[in-house]
């Protein structure tokens, strides 16, 4: 009888043996495809550009242009939260600043809300901002809010990991003044070359 349970528990114990090397390179997979963004992924944005006037001149009598603005710089810092991997809403707050002929300084301070749309490839994001909101502007001693402005942007920025990404961006500013003699509407436009990160949360 000893010999039977023995027997028996070497045939039990050589059995699992024998299953266990056969499931080894077994991999356990529940179907999750892994994604950089996904549903209440949220980042931070912080941007340096350059900040071009694109119709700020004035042609003179004798021919020649002259540029009211000069290229300065932009400051930007921003917020989005995405509804799932590709779309995400959010806004921003920038600083930008020129110089105007007689060297005085023009600058605004736009505040935005929209949507982001992100394709990615890989580990290259391709943001897609549209915005929109309201702008403080100031020039010498002539302060103008609130200012209406409409801002779209798009980048390419490479996802260095979960928790960071880098790249640069162009955007496009519309920011008109309007009056009640007409004749002294504003509509500025203004285009920006951006280089930035991203903290991703």
């Given at each position: ?20 090397n056969e499931n080894q390179g077994d991999e356990y997979d529940d179907g999750y495809v892994y994604e950089q963004n996904g549903a209440g992924d949220q980042f931070l944005k912080i941007d340096l550009s350059g900040c071009f006037p694109l119709n700020f001149n004035k042609k003179l009598a004798n021919g020649t242009v002259q540029h009211q603005l000069y290229t300065g710089f932009a400051f930007d810092l ?124």
């Open positions: 009888m000893k010999r039977l349970i023995f027997i028996l528990m070497t045939l039990c114990l050589f059995t699992n043996v024998i299953f266990a921003g917020y989005y939260r995405f509804l799932n991997s590709w779309f995400a809403l959010g806004g921003e707050v920038s600083f930008t600043s020129n110089w105007s002929i007689g060297e005085k300084l023009m600058y605004m301070v736009p505040v935005v809300f929209g949507a982001l749309l992100q394709p990615s490839i890989g580990n290259f994001e391709f943001p897609i901002y549209l915005d929109a909101g309201l702008s403080y502007e100031s020039w010498a001693s002539i302060s103008y809010f609130p200012s209406p402005v409409a801002k779209a942007s798009a980048g390419v920025f490479y996802r260095i990991n979960d928790s960071w990404s880098v790249g640069g961006s162009g955007s496009f500013l519309f920011v008109p003044q309007f009056y009640k003699d007409s004749s002294h509407n504003i509509y500025g436009c203004f285009a920006t070359a951006q280089a930035g990160f991203r903290f991703h949360f």
